[in-house]
Nanobody, 115 residues
Framework: QVQLVESGGGLVQAGGSLRLSCAAS????????IGWYRQAPGKQRDFVAV???????NYADSVKGRFTISRDNAKNTVYLQMNNLKPEDTAVYYC?????????WGQGTQVTVSS
């Protein structure tokens, strides 16, 4: 198993930046994919970004050019740098790990962007 703990959320004005962190309880070196999803109130959970064990990245169209996902294997941590935030980015952001022994979710961190 792997536990995921997100941090870095908060309240920010439109145009601002935040960096989310997802700390894993064990080595992420062998985890196939780690990514971020988000869920706004009353909406489904949507894909945001993912990074593979080979450092390939993919992003939702709505965040391309504004968000950057990265991983630090030495720290067992994945980051989501979010720039030029918009009110529509407001959501709970969840970290997800797709490992050989299953899929795992974190508890989420709230991001609120004011206009």
């Amino acid at each position: 198993q792997v536990q995921l703990v997100e941090s870095g959320g908060g309240l920010v004005q439109a145009g601002g930046s935040l960096r989310l962190s997802c700390a894993a309880s064990r080595s992420i070196f062998s985890i196939n994919r780690i990514g971020w999803y988000r869920q706004a109130p009353g909406k489904q959970r949507d894909f945001v970004a993912v990074i593979t064990s080979g450092a390939l990245r993919n992003y939702a169209d709505s965040v391309k050019g504004r968000f950057t996902i990265s991983r630090d294997n030495a720290k067992n941590t994945v980051y989501l740098q979010m720039n030029n935030l918009k009110p529509e980015d407001t959501a709970v952001y969840y970290c997800y790990a797709d490992s050989w022994d299953g899929g795992y979710w974190g508890q989420g961190t709230q991001v609120t962007v004011s206009s």
